[in-house]
């Protein structure tokens, strides 16, 4: 059965730092670009980070690049995402998704599969 599954979020003060997992499986998940997308409340959902299936190559959205590090384990079929210097703006559910490709381009539509998501709350 094909899944993919986050885990890593939580409450963390503004400063501070989280690492995302996004563990697949069910398919052939070095073939797949992965990527990593939140949703604030009353926002739509937005792309934050994507890797294509090799590793060899990430983008990021401006909001979070220098901040946040996308990475992946195709060994152990997970993607990580790093997230350092959390601001407030940053709380969101964060989700996984996949989708079938070579490249690192990540667009909301275009993805194959979807995780359930994690919540990340930034506050003091």
């Known amino acids: 059965q094909l899944q ?3 885990s890593g979020g ?4 503004p400063g501070g730092s989280l690492r995302l997992s996004c563990a697949a499986s069910g398919f052939s998940f070095s073939s797949y670009t992965i990527g ?3 949703q604030a409340p009353g926002k739509e959902r937005e792309g934050v980070s994507c890797i294509s ?3 060899g190559s990430t983008n ?3 909001s979070v ?3 946040f590090t996308i990475s992946r384990d195709n060994a152990k079929n997970t ?8 601001k ?3 709380t969101a559910v964060y989700y996984c998704a996949a989708v079938r490709s070579l490249f690192a381009r990540c667009f909301k539509g275009d993805m194959d599969y979807w995780g359930k998501g994690t919540l990340v709350t930034i506050s003091s």
């Open 4 to 6: 993919l599954v986050e």
């Open 10 to 13: 939580g409450l963390v003060q």
């Open 36 to 38: 990593w997308f939140r």
């Open 53 to 55: 299936s090799s590793g």
């Open 60 to 62: 990021y959205a401006d």
């Open 65 to 67: 690049k220098g901040r």
């Open 79 to 86: 993607v990580y995402l790093q997230m350092n210097s959390l």
């Open 88 to 90: 407030p703006e940053d």
